[in-house]
């Protein structure tokens, strides 16, 4: 485990000359979409649940903070440009004005990145809206490493920063059909959210299962013998490409996916930590300080569950810019990595 | 709400009102033995006019759809509102003694839950101008004619928030929102013009687009004329009152006192300044 939290940073330096890699892969652009993995796709699954839920719901407004592009929300302001509020470059205005509309009875959607919400607004979302309990849902783009950009766009942290906050849900879903269904049930849900987005393209991979988003659920999406994935937003989809990889191995895995990170399913996740003797392996596109893994092993210990654990999940520190499948590689998010890991775990 | 004494003076001044308020909240300073009491005294009138020209509300319903927002960004000037809520029928009298402590409904820093009347929670600086923004732009998607009003210090000016609401206020052309800055030149540790606040106020507002009124924020003849032109008026822009008041207004032997954010009051000073308040009384 000590490669996860080494001391100092393995950058070179900055006065290195460097030559054109061989693999020319070039820095994916901040709004590409998560690599496909020649899978399906669901375009802007985001915004175009949110149309669908207006069509019912006069109370349901979108903001933006100048990213409505780049969050999928554009496309809910371009079918109801008079439910958009473009609030410019200014999230603490957006989440202090998503209050304002809150209280006087709509259910406002505020949407940027995850790193300006949860570092830049965090006061605000704190004060102006979840110590009043108001249905605002914070819906942010580009979490843990879906960017190649370097710190400044990498929300490696912000599901530590969130889970702190009294009454706010915090969610991390997995895939397009995760995000549609998840942005219906928010929307009912009387109090704030936080919730996690990807864009664009974005796979449909719980299609194939018999799966329904449930808020505060963390369920069984395919079952095994030898070690149990608790996992959240794409690394769900990870750890299914490595459980189909392993079986091959024969190594037998259980995926459960848990989207809501706060307020964890503890009661399903205790159970099936319980069951069988499985290595229990989380796995999470966020530091391994603060996020679900460190969640799921609080919550473990609170209830008397004793298994070996093991985290897969970001380094605490901050990330190199590059390439995004390159940094997958590098920091142990793909699916050879996480097929690699295990294999040395359950063989110890 | 069946407690409350609804207060029903129409013949009362606001010379009276404010006389009130202020009387109300040394009250509650002698309760803790501290507190705002400056910022109060000094915010009496203001909070006199606002309570007793400007606003529409309904006592017995403090939540009414119909009522003007009275949003209190500045979370420790709860004291001051929490006098004039008193005074207007909101919250009852007989409360005063529990003012600070334990299972008050009257917390030291004003908060949406605890109190009928308070809007939202205040405290954390620069929150409530970017708040009243968004339920600005919410009273007209309802189409609801009522005004918001925020209270602010001069110290939020320092807070970057404030500028992103200033600047909004205008993009969305929101006439329904009035500002009141409270001008007494004070903050935690010194004098807000020493700080950031320098500048020309009422010529800031007026360059990002507000319709800006800067007041003797103690004389409520200029209070009532600020407050009538900040309601009449038709340009679409929203509208700040800036009202310079002095720390301690009302009892000279404190409004002396070398300024603080924080007026050291000795306990036996509390009912010397009850006292001269009382020999003020207006008639």
Avoid at chain 1, 61 to 76: C, I, M, Q
Avoid at chain 1, 198 to 222: C, S
Avoid at chain 1, 316 to 334: K, N, R, V
Avoid at chain 2, 52 to 66: I, K, N, S, V
Wanted: aromatic fraction near 8%.
């Amino acid at each position: 485990m000590s490669e996860h939290f080494p001391m100092h940073s393995r950058r070179k330096s900055k006065y290195e000359p460097r030559k054109v890699p061989e693999s020319k892969v070039a820095t994916s652009a901040m709004i590409a979409s998560l690599d496909s993995e020649g899978r399906d796709t669901i375009a802007a699954p985001f915004g175009n649940a949110l149309i669908e839920l207006a069509k019912t719901r006069d109370d349901i407004v979108g903001l933006s903070a100048d990213l409505s592009k780049y969050t999928d929300l554009h496309v809910f302001a371009k079918a109801y440009p008079d439910r958009f509020y473009q609030m410019g470059m200014a999230e603490q205005l957006m989440i202090s004005a998503a209050a304002g509309l809150a209280r006087e009875g709509f259910t406002p959607f505020a949407t940027t990145y995850a790193v300006f919400a949860s570092r830049r607004a965090y006061d605000f979302i704190c004060m102006a809206i979840a110590e009043e309990n108001l249905p605002v849902k914070v819906c942010c783009a580009l979490p843990g490493l879906t960017t190649g950009y370097g710190p400044s766009h990498q929300a490696t942290e912000d599901l530590a920063i969130m889970r702190g906050m009294p009454n706010l849900t915090v969610l991390d879903p997995c895939d397009a059909i995760d995000t549609m269904q998840a942005t219906r049930v928010i929307a009912d849900h009387p109090g704030p959210v936080y919730m996690r987005l990807l864009r664009g393209q974005v796979p449909n991979v719980l299609g194939e299962y018999d799966y329904q988003f449930k808020l505060g659920k963390a369920q069984m999406i395919h079952d095994g013998s030898d070690v149990l994935f608790i996992a959240s937003g794409f690394m769900t989809m990870r750890v299914l490409d490595a459980a189909k990889a392993l079986a091959k191995d024969g190594v037998s895995c259980a995926v459960l996916h848990s989207p809501t990170i706060k307020p964890l399913d503890v009661e399903t996740i205790t159970r099936e930590a319980a069951t069988g003797a499985r290595l229990v392996v989380t796995a999470e596109n966020h530091s391994v300080t603060g996020g679900l893994g460190e969640a799921v092993a609080a919550a473990l210990m609170r209830e008397g569950v004793h298994v070996s654990f093991r985290q897969i999940g970001l380094p605490d520190e901050f990330l190199d810019a590059g390439a995004l499948p390159t940094l997958h590689q590098q920091y142990g998010l793909t699916v050879d990595a996480i097929c690699t890991s295990v294999k040395t775990w359950v063989s110890e | 709400m069946t407690d409350i004494a609804a207060v029903s003076r129409p013949n009362v001044s606001l010379a009276q009102r404010a006389w009130s308020i202020r009387r109300n909240a040394l009250l509650m300073g002698e309760v803790q033995g501290q507190g705002y009491i400056g910022q109060a005294l000094g915010a009496a009138d203001l909070l006199a006019v606002s309570y007793f020209h400007a606003l529409t509300y309904r006592a017995d319903d403090p939540e009414w759809d119909g009522r003007d927002r009275f949003y209190l960004s500045i979370g420790h000037y709860a004291i001051a509102l929490y006098a004039a809520l008193i005074e207007a029928g909101i919250l009852p009298e007989d409360e005063i003694a529990t003012y600070g402590m334990d299972d008050s409904r009257m917390p030291m820093s004003g908060m949406a839950a605890y109190t009928p009347g308070m809007e939202i929670t205040g405290g954390s600086l620069g929150h409530g101008l970017g708040i009243a923004v968004g339920a600005a732009m919410g009273l007209k998607r309802k189409g609801n004619p009522a005004f918001i009003y925020n209270l602010m210090s001069d110290g939020e000016l320092g807070e970057g928030s404030t500028w992103e609401a200033v600047m909004s206020a205008v993009q969305w052309k929101l006439d329904n929102l009035i500002c009141l800055v409270d001008f007494n030149d004070q903050q935690a540790d010194g004098k807000t013009t020493d700080a950031l606040a320098s500048g020309p106020q009422a010529r800031q507002w007026e360059a990002f687009g507000w319709h800006a009124q800067e007041i003797d924020g103690n004389d409520l003849d200029a209070l009532v004329a600020a407050f009538n032109t900040a309601r009449s008026l038709t340009d679409p822009k929203p509208r700040v009152i800036i009202c310079r008041t002095k720390m301690c207004k009302g009892v000279p032997f404190l409004e002396e006192r070398e300024m603080a954010h924080f007026v050291r009051v000795e306990p036996e000073e509390w009912a010397k300044a009850l006292a001269i308040l009382d020999e003020g009384r207006p008639t």
